[in-house]
């Protein structure tokens, strides 16, 4: 897999979800207009649910950027699959052409036998190569859709507690003012818990473990099974033609 595709994901989530806790309360504190000291707490509900909205808002093109890279992902594996199988049933067409020529090259029931023993070692080991590949690549796939599963199930939960935390910090905006506290007073303490909200989602999302990490990983197990599984393949196959030049020699 290559290396754009194997951090696609990581880099989509990571910007995108940056940019929901630098953007959200900020741009929506901001683009609501500055209500005089006395006014403030009246607009605080106002506030609040422009704020829900604009993180709702921006949850949703969220969710559907990370549908349309799923599907690209689904449709990248079909591709891959299908190209796979058309080439195998190539190499079986060629193979069987090559089999028909070489016992047609042989002129005794010795060289006979030999030759159908080393068509059936071929395909015996072809046999276990392919299915020592598919359980490879199967290992990967299953791992790539645990480490994103995994991931966005981390990055839910570290949104969801961001927006209690907003939550909160209104609850209590709300709160501070039917209990006559000074509306200036409300205005900074509640800015400095969205600011709090923000940073702390911002150090959440950096904590989780990276995508593009957990792929790369996994890519490199990929392809250390595989490369084994040819090296078997071959070693056999090797040995099975050596043993039929022998026969063929030897008559």
Request: a positive charge; one cysteine or more; charged letters at 40%.
């Given at each position: 897999?290559?290396?754009?595709?194997?951090?696609?994901?990581?880099?989509?989530?990571?910007?995108?979800?940056?940019?929901?806790?630098?953007?959200?309360?900020?741009?929506?504190?901001?683009?609501?207009?500055?209500?005089?000291?006395?006014?403030?707490?009246?607009?605080?509900?106002?506030?609040?649910?422009?704020?829900?909205?604009?993180?709702?808002?921006?949850?949703?093109?969220?969710?559907?950027?990370?549908?349309?890279?799923?599907?690209?992902?689904?449709?990248?594996?079909?591709?891959?699959?299908?190209?796979?199988?058309?080439?195998?049933?190539?190499?079986?067409?060629?193979?069987?052409e090559?089999?028909?020529?070489?016992r047609?090259?042989?002129?005794?029931?010795?060289?006979?036998?030999?030759?159908?023993?080393?068509?059936?070692?071929?395909e015996?080991?072809?046999?276990?190569?392919?299915?020592?590949?598919?359980?490879?690549?199967?290992?990967?796939?299953?791992?790539?859709?645990?480490a994103?599963?995994?991931?966005?199930?981390?990055?839910?939960?570290?949104?969801?507690?961001?927006?209690?935390?907003?939550?909160?910090?209104?609850?209590?905006a709300?709160?501070?003012?039917?209990?006559?506290?000074?509306?200036?007073?409300?205005?900074?303490?509640?800015?400095?818990?969205?600011?709090?909200?923000?940073?702390?989602?911002?150090?959440?999302?950096?904590?989780?473990?990276?995508?593009?990490?957990?792929?790369?990983?996994?890519?490199?197990k990929?392809?250390?099974?595989?490369?084994?599984?040819?090296?078997?393949?071959?070693?056999?196959?090797?040995?099975?033609?050596?043993?039929?030049?022998?026969?063929?020699?030897?008559?």
């Amino acid at each position: 897999m290559k290396a754009n595709f194997n951090t696609m994901k990581a880099k989509f989530l990571l910007s995108s979800l940056l940019a929901l806790s630098l953007i959200v309360p900020v741009v929506s504190f901001s683009q609501t207009p500055a209500p005089k000291v006395g006014q403030f707490c009246d607009r605080v509900s106002e506030i609040e649910s422009k704020v829900e909205k604009r993180i709702a808002d921006y949850q949703t093109k969220l969710e559907e950027k990370r549908q349309e890279r799923l599907k690209r992902i689904e449709t990248w594996r079909r591709e891959r699959e299908n190209r796979l199988r058309e080439n195998r049933e190539k190499w079986d067409a060629n193979r069987k052409e090559h089999f028909e020529k070489l016992r047609a090259k042989a002129q005794n029931d010795i060289q006979r036998q030999a030759v159908e023993k080393f068509i059936q070692t071929v395909e015996s080991a072809i046999s276990v190569r392919r299915s020592k590949i598919d359980s490879a690549i199967l290992t990967f796939k299953e791992a790539v859709d645990k480490a994103i599963a995994d991931r966005q199930a981390a990055i839910n939960s570290a949104i969801t507690e961001y927006k209690n935390s907003i939550h909160s910090a209104f609850e209590k905006a709300k709160s501070d003012c039917a209990s006559g506290v000074d509306s200036e007073t409300v205005r900074e303490n509640l800015l400095s818990s969205l600011k709090a909200a923000r940073e702390k989602l911002k150090e959440d999302i950096r904590k989780i473990e990276k995508l593009g990490d957990v792929i790369r990983a996994e890519a490199e197990k990929k392809r250390a099974e595989i490369r084994s599984a040819i090296d078997e393949f071959k070693a056999v196959v090797e040995k099975a033609r050596e043993e039929l030049k022998s026969a063929f020699q030897g008559q």
